[in-house]
């Protein structure tokens, strides 16, 4: 199994090459390694393996395999600035600073000692699977058999109302199964895009599909079909009229009162009018508004959602 990413994940006669980029047939009678070959099924890690599990220089790992790779096959070259040798290689998790300090062989992981665990610094219990290539992501899972295609129609404008949405000929793409706007969420349930660690600090201000978008890029219609080609095609023909609203692109205009329409929102008490903002003929209440201490858990003006395990 080779993970196809962005970065290289596997070498060709020991130079490491993008697994993305790299057709078949240039491969014929040459030799080719992945992270799953790059030690033995049941024999020692490769010592860049190793060193990257001493540094635990990783963090969710998708971009291990082609990094350990990389610098495996030029660990005999490291004199280049690490930058270069490593260009192409993309994480978002570690600030890289786990994977220099792998390279360059330091080790960060303590013994495991029965009794003294508590503020040791151990090693992620994933870190095995990991530098090895036998992690499962969500892209090496086989697609569920059925399974539809969700596209969604965005909005190109910052601030405006949607007035009118035609769907007739985008329910004609044949694969097509439904298309969903504002007006099939009909209980306009409210949620927190916000997701930190205490769920109530946020207020639940966005809905599914708004009537009203407040960005450009924000969901507008959702269209689900039996393939990608069928739903981006209902897509192109789906036609939205809008009704251009204010919007504010200064960062010192935005430092005052907020451009804001909530459809269900209830004004929380001891709000004052002086931070409230007109948007679409109502005045909603910003959540600064709520004087300091006042903010609870609970609240009369909003029902608290059931969450389960860490926010992601």
Not at 6 to 25: E, G, I, Q
Not at 71 to 93: I, Q
Not at 150 to 164: Q, T
Not at 183 to 198: I, M, N, Y
């Amino acid at each position: 199994m080779t993970r196809v990413t962005a970065v290289p994940a596997r070498s060709v006669d020991d130079k490491p090459v993008h697994s993305c980029l790299y057709p078949a047939f240039r491969a014929r009678d040459r030799r080719i390694t992945t992270i799953e070959g790059l030690s033995p099924a049941e024999g020692p890690l490769h010592p860049m393996q190793e060193q990257f599990l001493a540094a635990q220089g990783f963090q969710c790992g998708f971009c291990t395999a082609g990094t350990i790779m990389t610098a495996a096959a030029k660990c005999c070259a490291m004199g280049a600035p690490m930058e270069r040798v490593l260009k192409g290689n993309l994480c978002r998790c570690t600030g890289y600073r786990a994977i220099r300090d792998a390279i360059e062989g330091h080790r960060h992981v303590q013994e495991d000692l029965p009794g003294a665990s508590v503020g040791r610094s151990l090693g992620s219990p994933l870190g095995p699977a990991l530098v090895t290539g036998q992690a499962r992501f969500t892209a090496d899972e086989p697609p569920i058999p059925d399974l539809l295609h969700l596209k969604v129609v965005r909005s190109p404008h910052a601030h405006a109302r949607v007035v009118a949405i035609r769907k007739e000929a985008a329910l004609q793409v044949a694969g097509v199964h439904s298309i969903f706007t504002w007006e099939d969420v009909p209980l306009h349930r409210p949620f927190t895009s916000a997701t930190h660690d205490d769920y109530h600090v946020d207020p639940d201000d966005t809905l599914m599909l708004d009537r009203v978008v407040r960005f450009v890029g924000q969901r507008v219609v959702l269209v689900a079909a039996d393939s990608e080609q069928a739903a981006v095609l209902a897509c192109d023909k789906i036609e939205v009229d809008y009704e251009i609203l204010p919007a504010v692109f200064d960062p010192e205009e935005a430092m005052r009162p907020m451009l804001r329409s909530c459809t269900k929102a209830k004004t929380p008490p001891h709000a004052s009018p002086t931070r409230s903002a007109m948007c679409c003929g109502r005045s909603t209440a910003r959540m600064a508004a709520w004087p300091p201490g006042s903010r609870k858990r609970t609240s009369p003006w909003r029902t608290p959602m059931p969450r389960t395990g860490s926010p992601t």
